[in-house]
């Protein structure tokens, strides 16, 4: 069975700041991971996604990821925080195993992400 | 190109009461996924629709059904509402079932059981 645990169920930044959200996985064959961002009463929009091919993955907005197979992890990161990043952020994993997979997604708890002026 | 929408946007029922959620998935999406997010919470998996067929179901029981029509749109179906089914309704829709592809997801409907 897969899972995914997000550290920090809360993160603060500074504007200008660094951004580190951090995901890690559990599966027993090899995953593909999203990160997603939700707005205050909007749908979740992707942010990027891995799919096995390069482990370092950019998305819109300056974010970027990257897998690491050794650690099971998959940390989102922005090198400088905007007002505009203040969200919710999921990690998700779904697997490609058998003929029945359906891209179910499995998400994280979720981390708000606030940025302080 | 018209994005994922779902109506209505907000509902409020009553315990025992049922609920029709519906969703219009995006141009040339023939999978749509419905999920559960609880307040505080990720989404969960409710079940997928592939073709207008039922392709996979997450752990919710029976009470919650679905449909998907010739158009790809889709209904999610909850009889003898619970409290516990307070809570936002997401649907998101993708290209033919892959795992990797994108689900795009609506602005949900939130639902409200007193």
């Known amino acids: 069975a897969q899972s995914v645990t997000q550290l920090g169920s809360h993160v603060s930044v500074s504007e200008g700041a660094l951004v580190l959200l951090r995901c890690n996985y559990s599966s027993s064959v090899p995953p593909y991971l999203f990160w997603y961002v939700q707005y205050p009463n909007q749908g979740l929009q992707l942010l990027l996604k891995y799919t096995s091919a390069a482990t370092l993955v950019k998305g819109i907005n300056g974010f970027e990821a990257e897998f690491k197979k050794s650690e099971t992890s998959f940390h989102l990161t922005k090198p400088s925080a905007h007002m505009s990043d203040a969200a919710e952020y999921f990690c998700a994993v779904t697997t490609g195993q058998g003929s029945s997979n359906t891209g179910k997604l499995i998400f994280g708890q979720g981390t708000t992400l606030q940025v302080k002026p | 190109e018209t994005g994922v929408t779902q109506s209505p946007t907000h509902l409020i029922k009553t315990r025992g009461q049922q609920v029709t959620l519906r969703c219009s998935s995006q141009s040339g999406h023939n999978t749509v996924s419905w999920y559960q997010q609880a307040l505080g919470q990720g989404p969960q998996f409710i079940f997928q629709?592939?073709?207008?067929?039922?392709?996979g179901r997450g752990n919710f029981p029976p009470r919650f059904s679905g449909l998907q029509f010739p158009n790809y749109s889709s209904e999610l179906n909850v009889n003898a509402l619970e409290l516990d089914d307070s809570a936002l309704y997401l649907c998101?829709?993708?290209?033919?079932?892959?795992?990797?592809?994108?689900?795009?997801f609506g602005p949900g409907t939130r639902l409200l059981v007193l």
């Open positions: 998101a829709s993708s290209l033919p079932r892959a795992p990797t592809e994108t689900q795009y």
């Open positions: 629709y592939y073709r207008e067929e039922e392709n």
